[in-house]
């Protein structure tokens, strides 16, 4: 594996790939890796004779300084990782070459409409901003035939799609230097703990009583999942919150169902559309957030 810490050593590298005709898959992290990450790089190299993978843990995307100065780091671990999952490239850019004319002044806005406006779209101002911005540098610098993202962010599988249709979109300001269609996004089902708990980079920082705690999580969304067909999506969600709550997470940001498709807030079933749990609750100061398709 070839580690490049700029642009310009990456663009060298993988000019040389594409004039060889190779197709490249790329996988976007901000490292701490487990399972979950590794399954997007074994499938990226399925279907791509070419892998580059990115560890950057963007600041601007933490809408909270607390949760970015915790956020594990174990660099050396994921090389190991990512050597041994033949990874062929991987991209560890610092905070000066992603954003070389700092961070105070860049105001991002993409128009991502009512994605933004729920979930952690509104618990957590300006992350999707923050991820479009640099995903969006990511994309531009690697220029992938195909980007892995897993299902366990599901919102921002949804913002990113909406970023790249964008990018793609020839009367957008985004499209310049950027071609009109042939990006694919592929998303992966969410590895978990065999007792439910999504794998999460944040889980490395749960205390052994708040890892006995966490599962509750998936087994409140499962609750939801089962009871939903004969059950208002109102009494369900108080029930799992209070649930929650019991189990002892701290506080819970939300517990909804909704389209899986444009994320519309759902009070009850309707077999006509694929749905989704959604939750995000926190242990301490270890936020979650987890998601179940219903159909
Ligand atoms: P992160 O490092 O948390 O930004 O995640 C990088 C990529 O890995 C994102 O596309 C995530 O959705 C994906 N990912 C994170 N956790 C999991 C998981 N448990 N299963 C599958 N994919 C995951």
């Given amino acids: 594996m070839i580690i490049v810490k700029t642009i310009a050593a990456l663009r060298q590298i993988l000019d040389h790939q594409r004039n060889i005709t190779q197709t490249i898959g790329f996988v976007p992290t901000m490292g701490a890796l487990h399972p979950g990450h590794l399954s997007l790089i074994e499938t990226s190299r399925k279907l791509h004779p070419f892998t580059v993978c990115s560890i950057f843990v ?72 923050g991820v479009c911005q640099v995903v969006e540098r990511l994309l531009r610098i690697v220029q992938p035939d195909e980007l892995f993202l897993g299902q366990k962010d599901f919102q921002q599988c949804l913002v990113i799609k909406k970023l790249v249709g964008i990018m793609e979109d020839a009367s957008s300001d985004l499209s310049a230097q950027w071609p009109a269609a042939g990006l694919k996004v592929n998303i992966s089902p969410t590895f978990r703990e065999p007792d439910g708990l999504a794998m999460s980079s944040r889980n490395a920082r749960l205390s052994e009583s708040a890892r006995q705690i966490a599962p509750a999580i998936f087994q409140q969304m499962m609750m939801l999942k089962d009871n939903f067909l004969l059950n208002d999506a109102k009494s369900l969600i108080t029930s799992a919150t209070q649930n929650l709550l019991n189990a002892g997470f701290t506080k819970v940001d939300y517990v909804e169902i909704a389209n899986a498709a444009t994320l519309e807030l759902l009070d009850a079933f309707d077999a006509n559309i694929k749905m989704v749990v959604l939750a995000a609750a926190f242990l301490g100061d270890v936020r979650l957030i987890d998601n179940l398709l219903i159909n």
Avoid: W
Avoid at 78 to 101: G, I, K, N, R
């Fill in 58 to 129: 963007n600041p601007t995307q933490f809408n909270d300084h607390q949760d970015f100065d915790k956020y594990p780091v174990t660099i050396d671990k994921d090389c190991l990782l990512l050597e041994q999952h033949q990874t062929d490239v991987l991209f560890l850019p610092s905070v000066v070459e992603m954003y070389p004319d700092g961070l105070g002044l860049q105001k991002p806005h993409y128009d991502l409409g009512h994605l933004e406006m729920v979930l952690d779209g509104a618990h957590r101002p300006g992350h999707f901003q």
